[in-house]
């Protein structure tokens, strides 16, 4: 292992650069140590930083810190608010960029400070991919099942990342500007934009392709050992989302059913001990007169937390251990909208990750005070009147972490909507109880009133994947069921003066449903500007 850790930090030179060079790569070398033998191929599709981690450590073969994918969107979305008062009176100071996202405005999302949390490592595994892909039939070769595996693997993960950038940069429609889809490392090539058919027909092809080399190759079943190495189930899985965006419920319902047969664990949240919440600060909430009235606990799931990223390795629901720093989470409170879809009471989830607080503790001194003499921290009754029940909550799980890999949780979802858009309700009710079995405290709960319609599976869809996966959701929806589904929030033109309140509204054909790219990188590459920013 240590040998190929060793590999991949050569390799790593050739991608690993900032993202305007990502065009002008060359692809015969990395560094001093040149591309000729398999073995190098299969270590650089089998690296853990091209999923789980943004790095690994070339001495230790330890990752850290995962990259922030897909983070640009989470403020944009109807399942986050940041309302007014607490806005200006908690978060101004140690929060404008996010204010400025969620009032959609188009300067902080075109900066290259932003570039960082999908374009750039995004771009650079594609890159990566196609090194391998490029090599695969010219370096010295091994066994005819390594051979298989490594392009399976490398064409999985090229269209896996054209995904990524798909459903953050371009509009729904077959019709709209697409991603286009590099294919090759040749530097100074610039992929033309195309149609969005266009991307999606290649990343079908690459996933046809993928499937059937790691058929070949005998990987047809789950690993859950080396789940960061892409599997059949791991491809049909993916599929299966892909084909959910689309609307394509037919192919989504075969793909889920297929993945679920290999690989079909779900953690019962209740009975996990290693998400026992412990707390560990306390909060008054003070009246009129300044006594306490009430008091806020807040709670983590520490053993989760100490691991840190190696708890989302070991997380047991996994096809392929991605995830993102949810940088932005931290402090963008979940919306009134979201809240309400909650039982408070029985649901782990909320219990385990929406215990936290985030947004209330980053607020500082501006909202939450501290007695100088007991040095007990309280809330003003004049603060507590900025509130409202859902700012004090954003998701928090896997010390911050987002999953974007793949889940057993995704596959039942996605086939109880299939089912319940097929006019099966009685079959999506008995998939979404065998879910929510495992997501709330007692059977009772879990069963009580599910009927399996569509509606009642989106609602389960938005509480198990979080405010994170919202945006996307709402994408598809508006695109393959014409749902209608408008952005509606109350902003502040000027952040810092409670009086220029303006009513937000984005429609469903906004065109800035397509993120904008980085000015500089629009340039660099003829590409137009998306429609609607400035």
């Not at 069963?447 to 509480?463: F, N």
């Not at 220029?500 to 469903?508: F, H």
Request: hydrophobic residues 35%; aromatic residues 14%.
């Amino acid at each position: 292992m240590r040998k190929i850790y060793t590999i991949i930090a050569l390799l790593g030179a050739l991608v690993m650069a900032s993202c305007s060079d990502f065009l002008d790569e060359t692809t015969d070398k990395s560094g001093s140590a040149y591309i000729y033998h398999m073995d190098q191929l299969y270590g650089l599709t089998g690296s853990i930083d091209l999923y789980l981690f943004e790095r690994v450590d070339a001495e230790t073969g330890e990752g850290s810190s995962s990259g922030a994918y897909l983070t640009e969107a989470l403020p944009l979305t109807d399942a986050v608010e940041l309302t007014p008062e607490f806005y200006v009176h908690g978060l101004r100071a140690s929060e404008p960029t996010t204010y400025e996202s969620y009032c959609w405005q188009g300067e902080t999302l075109m900066t290259s400070m932003w570039m960082m949390w999908t374009w750039t490592p995004v771009w650079e595994r594609i890159y990566r991919f196609n090194t391998v892909l490029e090599y695969l039939d010219k370096v010295i070769q091994t066994t005819e099942a390594i051979h298989d595996q490594v392009e399976g693997e490398a064409r999985f993960g090229r269209a896996y990342y054209h995904f990524m950038l798909l459903t953050q940069y371009c509009l729904w429609g077959d019709d709209k500007p697409g991603i286009g889809y590099r294919d090759n490392a040749t530097a100074g090539e610039v992929p033309g934009r195309k149609t969005v058919g266009y991307t999606l027909e290649r990343i079908y092809e690459d996933l046809r392709l993928a499937e059937e080399a790691l058929t070949k190759a005998g990987r047809t079943t789950f690993d859950k050992a080396h789940n960061f190495r892409p599997t059949v189930p791991t491809v049909q899985a993916f599929r299966a989302r892909v084909a959910l965006y689309r609307g394509d419920y037919e192919l989504a319902l075969s793909n889920a059913t297929e993945a679920l047969k290999a690989h079909n664990t779900l953690v019962d949240f209740k009975n996990e001990p290693e998400y026992e919440l412990e707390e560990w600060n306390w909060i008054s909430v003070l009246d009129e007169e300044g006594e306490p009235m009430d008091e806020i606990v807040v709670s983590s799931m520490f053993e989760l937390d100490d691991m840190d990223t190696e708890a989302v390795a070991k997380y047991e629901e996994l096809y392929l251990p991605n995830v993102s720093w949810e940088g932005l989470g931290g402090t963008c409170p979940i919306s009134e909208s979201f809240y309400e879809l909650w039982d408070r009471e029985n649901d782990a989830r909320w219990i385990h990750f929406y215990s936290s607080c985030t947004p209330l503790l980053m607020t500082g001194e501006n909202l939450v005070e501290m007695d100088t003499n007991t040095f007990e921290q309280y809330i003003s009754y004049e603060n507590w009147q900025y509130l409202k029940p859902w700012n004090l909550y954003s998701y928090s799980r896997f010390a911050g972490n987002s999953l974007i890999g793949m889940t057993t949780a995704e596959m039942y979802l996605i086939k109880a909507e299939c089912e319940a858009r097929g006019g099966h309700e009685g079959t999506a009710a008995e998939t979404l109880k065998t879910l929510r079995r495992t997501r709330f405290m007692d059977d009772v709960s879990a069963e009580t009133g599910v009927t399996g319609s569509v509606q009642e599976v989106l609602d389960e869809r938005l509480r198990e994947m979080g405010a994170f996966w919202r945006f996307y959701d709402v994408k598809r929806l508006n695109g393959a069921e014409n749902a209608g589904i408008y952005v509606r929030r109350e902003i502040l033109t000027d952040p810092t003066d409670l009086s220029t309140r303006v009513q937000l509204e984005i429609a469903p054909d906004d065109p800035r449903w397509a993120l904008p790219f980085y000015t500089f990188e629009a340039a660099t590459m003829g590409w137009e500007q998306n429609g609607g920013w400035k």
